[in-house]
């Protein structure tokens, strides 16, 4: 018995100790991440201002984002990961690691279907939905460029639930790293394509 109790001790010392770490690991990505996107405002703001352009591309990039914190992060959050913890347990023998499967896919399914189906309609009603995001009367032309930006970021929405749908399956499995750098990347990105590709577009004052 006081050998059972003391493997049962080190387990929840390494359990705790493993979580202790995860933590940190998160919290420090977590930093990077909001400095990165820090980095990346400054870059919008070096090359738009306060334009009106500028305001397109926000609103371009905040409407596949009111649609993502609904698919990709309540839904993964809330629904998911508690059920997949769940099947975890439960996943003892070959019987239970095929249901763990089949609910996995099921879900795959499910969210890669009505995301698509969302980011499809977005894509064809964005002329319509732009123009709730405008207080008062506004430049068409502005408008058309931020319906078309607006198309160019739904497929966003696919990518980041898929993602985010994954991310899930790893936090479920106590894997936490990928979460957290996630964001760090995704800033990243946008601020080197944005150095690279800005010099290779048109000037509109020439």
Do not use: W
Request: aromatic fraction near 12%; charge should be positive; charged fraction near 10%.
């Amino acid at each position: 018995m006081k050998k059972t109790n003391g493997v049962s001790a080190q387990q929840n010392g390494a359990k705790h100790t493993s979580l202790l770490k995860s933590g940190i690991l998160l919290s420090v990505m977590t930093f990077a991440s909001r400095i990165m996107g820090l980095i990346r405002e400054m870059t919008k703001a070096a090359f738009l201002g306060t334009s009106a352009y500028a305001d397109a591309f926000g609103i371009a990039f905040m409407i596949p984002n009111l649609f993502r914190r609904l698919f990709a992060e309540n839904s993964i959050s809330v629904a998911f990961i508690p059920t997949f913890r769940g099947y975890l347990e439960d996943c003892s023998d070959g019987e239970s690691r095929k249901k763990t499967q089949e609910f996995v896919s099921a879900t795959l399914t499910l969210v890669s279907f009505l995301t698509a189906c969302v980011t499809v309609l977005g894509i064809i009603a964005a002329p319509l939905i732009v123009p709730l995001f405008y207080s008062g009367s506004t430049d068409s032309a502005i408008l058309a460029e931020t319906a078309f930006l607006t198309r160019i970021m739904f497929p966003y929405l696919f990518v980041i639930s898929a993602a985010a749908f994954f991310q899930g399956i790893l936090n479920g499995c106590n894997i936490f790293a990928p979460s957290g750098f996630t964001p760090v990347l995704f800033n990243g990105i946008v601020v080197l394509i944005t150095y690279i590709l800005t010099p290779q577009l048109p000037n509109p004052s020439n």
